[in-house]
């Protein structure tokens, strides 16, 4: 048996049965996709914030 092989019947036998190039593979996209719903969400915040400072700007004057 060679060592490659050796290595990925280790990574295959392990409890998920997945490589870890997809486990990491699915990580990353997780994470992507957190990245990009905080990112909109502090967007919208800011917009919020933004709007309601102008208001009461305008108010104020």
């Known amino acids: 048996m060679t060592s490659q092989q050796f290595k990925h019947d280790t990574v295959v036998s392990g409890p998920l049965h997945v490589p870890n190039q997809r486990i990491s593979e699915e990580l990353l996209y997780v994470w992507g996709q957190s990245v990009d719903i905080v990112q909109e969400v502090s967007t919208?915040?800011?917009?919020?914030?933004?709007?309601?400072?102008?208001?009461?700007?305008?108010?104020?004057?």
Do not use: G, H, I, S
């Open 44 to 61: 919208e915040l800011l917009v919020t914030a933004k709007t309601t400072l102008l208001d009461v700007l305008t108010n104020a004057l």
